[in-house]
């Protein structure tokens, strides 16, 4: 999709494909241009990380990057195809185990989940050390309140067992986001946009949060006032709108990976 394609749907937040092969190819566009914007902004970490995207025809099988290729380096044309048994059905590159793991428990458990992302970020991996969720110290961190949650289980070892993915999508439950302690952040969303967006904005607001405690004791931002920031910021559509000026960024940068 073009830059000018984005400003045109934008008022209004994304509009309906005409076919199922062009929303394939709205999902197949962002989520290279995601994984581009994860790269930029410092959140890969060797071979760990993986944003998928679940298929508009097959809803049984996801798009997602290949294992061992650097998020800057993402075209179009790079992404595989998986099924829910860890099959690759498109593509000849490997598909990362603990991808397949984790975003297929999570797209079985959560059928209105179109794309989800998770990276080694550094602060997230910091806060998610700590086993404790985000605090309403800023209208950006509003955003997650009562709508994240931490999850325990698996925390510490490598997510190469289904049973680990399983724990992961029920901790989530209905939620936008988790910290899967020891581990990292989590994120879900109804489009590629959201899910990307909700990992950007967590991870940032991971960092004020240690940077505002290892400076003093932030204040809390009433609970009441948190609810009413949460939902005017922290919608579906609120979260597909704050990755477009994302998008014509990387678009305008890194033409390449629409090939």
Known sequence: MSTATAQRTRDDGPRAASSIDAER????????????????????????????ARDPEYPDRFWVN?????????????????????????GDAPVNRAAFVIHAAVHKARPDVVAAAHAHSL????????????????????????DHVIVSEYGGKIVLEEEAGVALAEGLGSHKAAIHRNH???????TVDEAAWWFITMERSAQAQLIAEAAGT????????ARYTRDH?????AGWFSFQPLFDE???SDPDLFD
């Open 184 to 190: 990292g952040l989590f994120t879900v969303g109804t």
């Open 123 to 146: 602060y997230g991996k910091a806060l998610s050390s700590l086993g404790r969720t985000l605090d309403p110290i800023t209208q950006d961190a509003c955003a997650f309140f009562e």
């Open 25 to 52: 190819n709205e999902r197949k566009t962002k989520l290279a241009a995601a994984l581009r914007l994860f790269g930029r902004l410092g959140f890969g970490e060797g071979v760990a990380g993986h944003i998928t």
């Open 250 to 252: 990387i678009s305008r």
């Open 218 to 225: 932030p204040h809390h931002i009433p609970d009441a006032d």
């Open 66 to 90: 290949p294992f061992g290729m650097s998020f800057r380096h993402v075209r179009v044309s790079d992404l595989i195809l998986v099924d829910h048994e860890g099959n690759v059905v498109i």
């Open 233 to 237: 910021i922290g919608t579906s559509a």
